[in-house]
């Protein structure tokens, strides 16, 4: 990253505006009239061909005529002037550009869009948008966009791809009372993305919590990297979910795939949490930006009503922070700070007749504790209490109690008195909400951080017996015989190459060798037809299982030949593959897409009807460590069924984990050739007995015009 160039753009010392106006009602002017509204300190040249005076700053026909240096320069000139404009503030040595004209890329001139681009980086600018709003920053007092005000300062930032919506939420901060430092609108992303944003926002000083309204990412793989390797929180809000490739994906994977799952799994692979629409976006952020990560799974309530208490277990289950009871002592001494009739349990119920005291003292107690991961406060209004009086005791405990590296967040249910409470309690620093469950839920947000960044580690250790070379042998191999279809013997070499268990298969070319083959693998065997030009085997009739003797073996050489010749006389017949009866078990289904935006992605879940019907799948973006693969493993619903349920033995997940592991090193390593792939069924062996792939596809992607 060129911090100095990034500075220059994003925290501009000195300001051009191409195409400011004195007329009002043009962007050119509003621009203007905010830098001057914010009290931006910076010189600010406005720059029009007919120079003179523009709200009362002098005027310039040509950044090229201006006495001083120009760090940034906001462009508002119509698209086909830009390239001109960017050459000119290049050679002036302007760092970076604020495209705001729109009329580039989203409405097809990709070739204008990319000319200003080239232009400035051959003279090292960078270039922000097009078609975008422009840059806010409280600490920089720079409103550099035609958005009407600064947000309410604050220590979050936000990226916003869509413009209007950074407009819409930039004034809903005072509403929230969600606090922002800086709002910066990527448009376009035609140079400066998300990627480069999550990296020059984690090294900002004035930015705590990183926001993103994102519809689409272009490199996936670099965002996934940057925000693996921030710091900072990163909480984002995806929209757009299409059903991408989907219809035209040829295996199961492709058709389960879409980018909606793709883009969950990449997000909390790369330790970035989730936002379910824009209130839980500011939600989130609020308390990502106030309060640190919750490290462990012990959430403690404290409530004076049973009912919000009830609601907000509720919600912590739905949350994935599910309510333990406190231990003993803490029950104990809990109970000290309520009536005979109050509960210690969790929730804690200090009863209606909770007032500053009771609240302050169990607070400051629980939230020392080294049991208690953190703490949600909740408190319904009462003619017996003033919720600033209570608000007040919260404070009090928190700063007491010494501790800073643990979490709360409250939730006051009430009237005007709740509402000018919770206001102040955010101004102290601790989030408040008026739902029990959008406390609970950004508690779980501060969970999900410190769980998805501890997970976030990058795989890297090499795995041994891989042979790379065989399996690209037997690719060259088809790519050389035309453009025709990998074969299961050809997929499962290579699967065989990457020490991956595929249950012994032998190719046949005579009613002899068959029989021949059968006897060494042992009976019983199942025989398949092996067509390039054959994908459907059963289809054909070209697949006989349970054949138990030489006879059998004989007669199914045959049947299985006619049969393929009925239904494609013209296919190029390899052969017909003899293959070893794998003792059921398990039944998992694994598959991988090449994505689009993230690249070679993989799916698991349980195989049969588990998969056709209830779609129990999880994705995860390529390569898996072995240790990533066993929480792939747990994230379906059928879990427990891998674990052994209702009696039954655990299943051999060690080994299917590592089978997960070498398969995402085959899809990465081979991801120049690889499209789509899947290995259908794999049957999974009780614990200690290890798993066998019955059948394995892999689907080229289509040969380089
Ligand atoms: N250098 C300097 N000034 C110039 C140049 C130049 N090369 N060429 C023209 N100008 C001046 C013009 O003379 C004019 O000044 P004036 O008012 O004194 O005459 C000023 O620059 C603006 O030029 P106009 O031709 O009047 O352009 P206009 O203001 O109508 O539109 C704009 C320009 C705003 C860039 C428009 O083309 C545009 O892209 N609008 C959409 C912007 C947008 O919405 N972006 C955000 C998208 S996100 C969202 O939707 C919220």
């Known amino acids: 990253m060129d911090l100095e160039v990034l500075n220059g753009l994003l925290r501009p010392k000195s300001i051009a505006i191409v195409g400011a106006s004195d007329t009002p009602g043009k962007i050119g002017y509003t621009v203007v009239r905010s830098l ?54 290049g050679e002036k040595g302007v760092k970076g550009l604020i495209v705001i004209a729109s009329g580039f890329s989203e409405v097809g001139l990709d070739d204008l869009e990319r000319e200003v681009v080239e232009i400035s980086h051959q003279y090292g600018m960078r270039v922000l948008g097009p078609n975008i709003v422009g840059i806010l920053s409280n600490t920089d007092k720079c409103n550099a966009s035609f958005a009407p005000f600064l947000p309410l300062p604050g220590k979050a930032s936000l990226v916003s791809q869509s413009g209007a919506l950074l407009i819409a939420m930039d004034a809903s901060t005072y509403i929230r009372r969600v606090g922002f430092d800086k709002l910066i609108s990527i448009g376009n992303m035609s140079d400066v993305n998300f990627a480069d944003c999550i990296e020059w926002l984690d090294q900002d000083e004035n930015t705590e919590c990183i926001s993103l309204y994102i519809e689409g990412l272009r490199d996936g793989r670099r965002f996934m990297e940057n925000a693996r390797k921030a710091k900072k929180p990163i909480v984002a809000l995806k929209s757009g979910v299409s059903a991408h490739g989907a219809a035209a994906a040829a295996s199961h994977t492709g058709s389960l795939a879409g980018s909606e799952k793709v883009y969950d799994a990449a997000f909390s692979q790369a330790g970035v949490v989730m936002a379910s629409d824009l209130n839980n976006l500011f939600d989130r952020t609020l308390a990502l930006s106030l309060q640190p990560p919750m490290t462990g799974d012990n959430l403690l309530i404290i409530t004076n009503g049973g009912g919000v208490g009830v609601l907000a277990t509720d919600s912590a289950e739905r949350y994935d922070l599910p309510l333990h009871f406190a231990p003993e002592e803490v029950q104990a001494e809990l109970k000290k700070h309520m009536p005979e009739f109050g509960s210690a349990k969790n929730p804690v119920d200090l009863t209606g007749m909770a007032g500053r005291e009771w609240y302050q003292e169990s607070t400051h107690y629980a939230f020392a504790h080294p049991w208690v991961d953190g703490l949600v406060i909740l408190y319904c209004e009462t003619a017996m209490t003033d919720p600033q009086n209570i608000a007040e005791g919260i404070k009090a405990a928190v700063d007491a109690s010494g501790i800073t590296d643990k ?17 102040w309690l955010v101004e102290q620093g601790i989030p408040a909400y008026n739902e029990p469950d959008t406390a609970v839920n950004a508690m779980s947000a501060l969970r999900d951080f410190a769980r998805n960044h501890s997970m976030a580690e990058a795989p890297s250790e090499p795995l041994d017996g891989v042979d790379e070379a065989a399996a690209r042998a037997v690719i060259a191999k088809v790519r050389a015989e035309g453009d025709r279809n990998v074969t299961e013997m050809e997929s499962k070499t290579i699967f065989t190459a990457y020490g991956l268990p595929v249950a012994t298969s032998k190719l046949a070319s005579t009613e002899d060798e068959a029989v021949a083959l059968a006897a060494e693998i042992g009976y019983p ?41 009925a239904y494609n006389a013209e296919a190029d017949v390899h052969g017909v593959l003899v293959q070893e009866m794998a003792p059921w078990g ?15 992605t993989m799916m698991f879940g349980l195989g049969g009807i588990f998969v056709e019907i209830l779609k129990d799948v999880t994705f995860r973006v390529a390569p898996v460590a072995e240790d990533q693969a066993l929480a792939m493993l747990a994230g379906i619903n059928g879990a427990p069924i891998l674990e052994g349920a ?42 200690g007995q290890g798993v066998c792939i019955v059948d394995a596809r892999i689907i080229l992607k289509p040969k380089a015009a």
């Open 36 to 89: 001057l509204e914010s009290e931006y300190e910076g010189p600010i040249y406005p720059i029009n061909p007919k120079g003179g005076e523009i709200q009362g700053l002098k005027a310039y026909p040509s950044v090229l005529d201006v006495p001083g240096e120009i760090d940034a320069a906001a462009i508002v000139v119509p698209a086909r002037f830009v390239p001109q404009v960017a050459k000119e503030c």
């Open 407 to 423: 979490p709360i967040a409250v939730s006051f249910v009430g009237g005007e008195r709740s509402e000018a409470a919770m206001r």
């Open 525 to 565: 065997v199942v025989m398949k037809i092996l067509s390039p030009d054959i994908l459907h085997k059963s289809d054909a009739g070209g697949v006989k299982v349970g054949i138990d003797n030489d006879d059998e073996a004989r007669e199914a050489f045959g049947t299985i030949l006619e049969n393929a010749k």
């Open 586 to 600: 398990t039944e998992v289904i694994l598959g991988s897409v090449n994505d689009a935006t993230f690249g070679p």
């Open 646 to 687: 209702r009696g039954e033995a655990p299943r051999d997940r060690k080994a299917l984990a590592e089978v997960l592991s070498r398969y995402s090193r085959m899809i990465c390593d081979l991801a120049d050739e690889i499209q789509e792939s899947d290995a259908n069924p794999v049957i999974v062996y009780e614990e």
